[in-house]
T-cell receptor, first 110, second 114 residues
Framework: GQSLEQPSEVTAVEGAIVQINCTYQTSGFYGLSWYQQHDGGAPTFLSYNGLDGLEETGRFSSFLSRSDSYGYLLLQELQMKDSASYFCAVRNSGNTPLVFGKGTRLSVIA | DAGVIQSPRHEVTEMGQEVTLRCKPISGHDYLFWYRQTMMRGLELLIYFNNNVPIDDSGMPEDRFSAKMPNASFSTLKIQPSEPRDSAVYFC????????????FGPGTRLTVL
């Protein structure tokens, strides 16, 4: 079987930095994606890590360590609009669909 | 370019009624997915299609659920008969080139079964 673990909720202050972790157990791991979903909205793609290391896109960065079966999403200079749910999703080898975690609800407070 | 289109956006029905949800994927995308999202269970993959052919329907909860994709630009998810526990947000998503590639989600249909 396979599993993805991420915290259910995280709260952070506007302007701060927050890290949302994702650990996974799966066979045939290929890569890790992150999606953002605002309340009442649809999930939208943020980033993908196929290799170990850090991928940066503006205020958002995503990190992967295959040896630790671990990744995280880093949000810097937090803004109120970053309040949303964030999902990690595993890509396995082979022609199979993404497997989504249960999501982390981020609340940004003033 | 239009994204994934879903209709209706909201549906309220009574237990026992038939419900049909509709989806138009992004033109050119060859994979289509149906998801159900609830607070308790998160985002669950119900079924996905490749080139209009159902590939994996192991996530369909029971025989009351069925999905079709008669052509590349249209898919339906039907629940018959509906039950209160089916209340959820149903998302359709599409991708190009592989089921593991970036998925583009529609706005969802919020279903309430009374």
């Amino acid at each position: 079987g396979q599993s993805l673990e991420q915290p259910s909720e995280v709260t952070a202050v506007e302007g701060a930095i927050v890290q949302i972790n994702c650990t996974y157990q799966t066979s045939g791991f290929y890569g890790l994606s992150w999606y953002q979903q605002h309340d009442g909205g649809a999930p939208t793609f943020l980033s993908y890590n196929g290799l170990d290391g850090l991928e940066e896109t503006g205020r958002f960065s995503s990190f992967l360590s295959r040896s630790d079966s671990y990744g995280y999403l880093l949000l810097q200079e937090l803004q109120m609009k970053d309040s949303a749910s964030y999902f990690c999703a595993v890509r396995n080898s082979g022609n199979t669909p993404l497997v989504f975690g249960k999501g982390t609800r981020l609340s940004v407070i003033a | 370019d239009a994204g994934v289109i879903q209709s209706p956006r909201h549906e309220v029905t009574e237990m026992g009624q038939e419900v049909t949800l509709r989806c138009k994927p992004i033109s050119g995308h060859d994979y289509l997915f149906w998801y159900r999202q609830t607070m308790m269970r998160g985002l669950e993959l119900l079924i996905y299609f490749n080139n209009n052919v159902p590939i994996d329907d192991s996530g369909m909860p029971e025989d009351r659920f069925s999905a079709k994709m008669p052509n590349a630009s249209f898919s339906t998810l039907k629940i018959q008969p509906s039950e209160p526990r089916d209340s959820a947000v149903y998302f359709c998503a599409s991708s190009f080139g592989g089921p593991y590639n970036e998925q583009f989600f529609g706005p969802g249909t919020r279903l309430t079964v009374l």
